[in-house]
């Protein structure tokens, strides 16, 4: 039933406020008259509005609010770090605690869902106009949105199956669901964006697509995983997190015994690793990372949650070979300061330790002909980060069209 929850995992089953509960934290916002919160969200999505809305008793307009600034509002509702950015900029701080913006963002994104609501309207102000989205990420989605709004003709490519990059395929349902990623997607295709999937770009046909389109904007994300240096790193058992995050959603909760697992890296998509094994039932599951445990990129929470399943986060230690015959067997580390060994028996092991962009596009960015944002322009940011890049790249896109 565990391993399940690592495919299966419906929006209700994340636990959310009730309309009780929505609006006993909602009644504790103080209306402050120029909301700070609204001014530390990156995307625009306005807490200060929508939660005036939910307030009042105006769900559906607290729905509104988000899905018309946030085209990725329902997912963001989820995973976004809203503890160092709305919240933190929340005036309760200086009280108690602030107000749980994200939790109120979910509440009024599940109303939409439930009810099924569209809230986004188009206008035919560039009709005519086309434009190709390269990758499926947020930046592209977001872009997309803003563009198709306004009567733009969109065409979003990807080399995936599915719409959603790194959302879909780097983070885990037990985090982001599905229908969550589809809520959000669906609301693009109401505006009538297109999507070609499975349809990787070259650069050979980007400059044909030049021509057949007015605009070209690239958000293709950073999906080539970073590896380790040392001895023993190319042997069997030893995969990427990327990787082991895509086989573990596409597997339905059916893969293979991962036995003892090493995880390598202290960032939330080390997380994001860990709490996956626990719930595949991984006979033990070490995290080691460089850092101290408070230096630790990933955000508390998220260590505090996988510190809760009973993993071990084992900090201060770097890998310094991955030892094995035909395949990984043990992993030895070396303590950063004081240069003591530890060597952990492994099956399994797990490199979240950085991502990069892959070497054809990595030229894209800087071409002077073509709009680009997300991972791949700001090294691996936030999503609320990417669909702000893919707003602005939407913006500079219509003013051309201006131009013109």
């Known amino acids: 039933m565990v391993q399940k929850l690592v495919v299966e995992y419906e929006p209700e089953l994340i636990e959310g406020f009730d309309f009780r509960r929505a609006m006993e934290e909602a009644s504790r916002c103080l209306l402050c008259e120029d909301p700070p919160c609204s001014k530390g969200c990156p995307s625009g999505t306005d807490p200060g509005k929508f939660i005036r809305s939910i307030r009042f008793r105006n769900v559906n307009g607290a729905a509104e609010t988000i899905r018309t600034s946030n085209i990725l509002g329902a997912s963001c509702s989820l995973i976004c770090p809203q503890e160092r950015l709305c919240e933190q900029e929340c ?13 109120l963002q979910q509440f009024a994104m599940e109303y939409e869902r439930k009810l099924n609501k569209t809230y986004l309207s ?13 990758g499926a990420g947020p930046a592209s989605l977001s872009c997309a949105a803003e563009l198709a709004k306004q009567g733009v003709q969109v065409t979003i490519f990807d080399e995936h199956p599915k719409p959603g990059g790194m959302l879909r395929y780097a983070i885990p349902p037990y985090r982001l669901p599905d229908a969550v990623i589809d809520q959000d997607i669906h609301q693009l295709e109401k505006l009538g964006v297109k999507f070609r999937l499975n349809d990787k770009v070259t650069t050979k046909e980007l400059g044909k697509m030049k021509e057949e389109y007015d605009n070209i904007f690239v958000g293709i994300g950073m999906w080539q995983s970073k590896m380790l240096t040392i001895p023993g790193a190319d042997l ?16 339905h909760g059916k893969m293979p015994s991962l036995g003892n697992v090493v995880i390598v890296g202290g960032g939330d998509v080390a997380m994001d690793c860990a709490a996956t094994c626990k719930m595949l039932g991984a006979a033990s599951i070490y995290d080691i990372f460089i850092e101290t445990i408070e230096g630790a990129p990933a955000v508390q929470k998220e260590k505090e949650y996988v510190f809760k399943l009973g993993v071990p986060l084992i900090s201060e230690f770097k890998p310094v070979e991955f030892i094995g015959q035909s395949r990984v067997e043990r992993v030895k580390f070396e ?17 979240a330790v950085g991502q990069t962009m892959q070497s054809e596009a990595a030229s894209w960015r800087d071409s002077g002909d073509i709009f680009s944002g997300g991972d791949m322009v700001n090294g691996g940011d936030t999503v609320v980060r990417a669909v702000k890049e893919g707003k602005e790249a939407a913006v500079k896109m219509m003013e051309s069209f201006t131009r013109r």
Do not use: W
């Open 236 to 251: 069997p058992g030893v995969v990427t997190a990327i990787e082991f995050l895509s086989r573990a959603r596409e597997a």
């Open 335 to 351: 303590h950063m300061s004081n240069g003591s060994i530890l060597e952990i028996a492994a099956d399994t092991v797990i490199l």
């Open 122 to 134: 188009k206008k035919d102000t560039y009709a005519g106009k086309r434009v190709a989205c390269i």
């Open 91 to 103: 005036s309760r701080c200086g009280i108690d605690r602030p107000i749980q913006i994200g939790k």
